[in-house]
């Protein structure tokens, strides 16, 4: 019955979840993806959400939007490939096939509904996925979909996968997958070598570029920086990040694109993006490409922070892009480092397992472009403090 269902396991495991310090509460936040913030009533400057050029706010997107909202309404209606298509979702696919310097595109409701439909419509239980350790979760749940098999490499260990991949030379369906930023460590994948491995064994590559995009290569990513646009097979991203928008997207071939429509699980059971989200995106996009150096601003700026914080003898954890963690190991470290920012009017996440590896606990700051030479000094400023309380 499921009333004893409920007693039996439901309220003990809420109950003994709740006395562990990995236990996860909404904050109490509202506006969150604006420059400041209010939580709990007080105003905070705004370091831990993925809004790194701060477009969800800008003046084109929300026209876009609205306009897009006043002409077709709330909801698409339908799966796409039902009747939820707008010429404003093929307009937004082939302009983002050109950015990303690909034949097709493809978009979905989110970043995590792009890797499901990467993984369900391009792999099989005869699939063999070769996957950094610190992938993002939304690849190993797609990867868990398909029923492939999963295969981990150390974190960035080049040497780790060719290993591993000479190990599975007999399967003949494999795929390399890699954040190309990963969302925790702010650090980046050596792309040169894995597509070299990929060629070398025959394997599919893609990449997930959620946190790259809008930022690295003038704005196309960390393919596009290193000039490995064409050598990478799969280009998966998010709207939901830099571009201040919603929804998610992969580039590829005209074919790869065609079996994600066919197969993709969550693009083809799930109802399409609403019009308005479609329009404010289109207008990120094409703001991306009007004004492609603000990333390589931002890039300019983490780099003077990472900086401020490695002098005070904070470990950044080989971060090279705005993603800066600080390692604080323990959960009630990153905690109470979280707490002691807060009082000083900066609200950074502290990240736990599951989301990081055991014993890996941090403090996560985002930066982003639209922080101003004050904002940056208060963030300068409290974590000398919180350098003098940790250690004094
Ligand atoms: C955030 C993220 C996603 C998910 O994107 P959403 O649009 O938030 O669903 C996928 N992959 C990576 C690497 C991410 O960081």
């Known amino acids: 019955m499921s009333t004893s269902f409920f007693g039996k396991y439901i309220v003990p495991e809420a109950a003994a979840l709740r006395n562990t310090d990995s236990y996860r509460t909404i904050p109490p936040i509202d506006d969150g993806a604006a420059r400041e913030i209010l939580y709990g009533g007080t105003r905070l400057l705004n370091l831990a959400s993925n809004n790194y050029l701060g477009l969800s706010a800008h003046p084109d997107l929300i026209e876009a939007s609205a306009k897009a909202l006043s002409r077709h309404g709330c909801s698409s209606g339908a799966s796409r490939l039902v009747t939820g298509n707008f010429a404003l979702a093929e307009t937004l696919e082939a302009e983002l096939a050109t950015f990303k310097y690909q034949e097709a595109a493809l978009v979905t409701g989110s970043g995590y509904a792009a890797n499901l439909a990467v993984f369900s419509a391009l792999a099989d239980r005869h699939t063999v996925v070769f996957s950094d350790r610190l992938n993002h979760a939304s690849i190993l749940d797609g990867i868990a979909l398909s029923g492939a098999r999963l295969v981990r490499y150390r974190h960035l260990d080049m040497e780790h996968l060719e290993q591993l991949l000479g190990r599975e030379r007999q399967v003949a369906k ?179 397992p599951p989301t990081v590896p055991q014993g890996t606990a941090r403090l996560r700051l985002s930066l982003r472009a639209d922080l101003t030479e004050d904002d940056l000094r208060r963030v300068r400023l409290g974590f000398s403090r919180l350098r003098v309380s940790f250690f004094p």
Request: with cysteine.
């Open 174 to 352: 494999k795929i390399i997958v890699t954040d190309t930023v990963f969302s925790m460590d702010g650090d980046v994948a050596p792309l040169a070598r894995l597509v070299e491995l990929g060629k070398a064994h025959g394997a599919l590559t893609v990449v997930d570029e959620a946190h790259a995009t809008g930022i690295l290569g003038r704005g196309r990513g960390l393919a596009a920086a290193l000039g490995l646009s064409e050598d990478v097979d799969v280009h998966v991203g998010t709207l939901s990040k830099a571009l201040g928008s919603q929804g998610g997207y992969v580039a590829g071939r005209l074919e790869t694109i065609e079996l994600l429509r066919n197969r993709g699980r969550s693009f083809v059971f799930s109802t399409a993006l609403p019009p308005a989200v479609l329009g404010a995106s289109l207008a990120a996009l094409r703001h991306l490409k009007a004004n492609p150096g603000e990333g390589a601003r931002l890039m300019r700026m983490a780099k003077a922070i990472r900086d401020h914080l490695s002098g005070l003898g904070f470990d950044t954890m080989g971060s090279t892009t705005q993603i800066i963690p600080v390692a604080c190991g323990r959960n009630r470290v990153a905690l109470h480092a979280q707490a002691l920012l807060r009082a000083e009017g900066l609200l950074v996440a502290a990240v736990r």
